[in-house]
């Protein structure tokens, strides 16, 4: 099983390096067509730190709740049910984007799918006791 998590371990900091760089690729993208970056009101750019650091607390919040779980596979079944969420919400969202930048938003349904089959592999091969 060390091998296994092992393995999910790198495939998760890759994700989490992708999914973190989406939005600077998406400007990038915007940029290459000749696109100005959105002009943002100081109100949605302080709303827009509000969340960034509320993300920090509720990562922090999901850091020391996984510490107090009792096997790794519970770990790996709480990323896959959260992860089947955000899979359904990025597949909604792309009716939304720009058609240039539709294949930068399948690319990140892809790769939220491929994450979320090695979660479902793992707990395939090592299945929680307690997972509902």
Request: hydrophobic share 45%; charged share 30%; proline share 5%.
């Amino acid at each position: 099983m060390r091998a296994a998590l092992a393995a999910l371990v790198e495939k998760a900091s890759e994700f989490d390096a992708a999914e973190e760089a989406f939005p600077a690729a998406i400007a990038q993208h915007k940029a290459r067509r000749g696109e100005e970056p959105p002009k943002l009101s100081k109100k949605t750019k302080q709303r827009l730190e509000d969340l960034a650091r509320d993300q920090v607390e509720i990562q922090a919040g999901v850091i020391a709740a996984f510490e107090q779980e009792s096997s790794p596979q519970s770990i790996v079944w709480s990323l896959s049910f959260a992860l089947r969420g955000a899979v359904q919400n990025a597949e909604g969202m792309l009716k939304h984007y720009p058609e240039a930048d539709r294949p930068l938003g399948i690319q990140q349904v892809e790769r939220q799918r491929g994450f979320l089959a090695a979660l479902d592999a793992f707990l395939a091969e090592y299945p929680a006791d307690d997972a509902a």
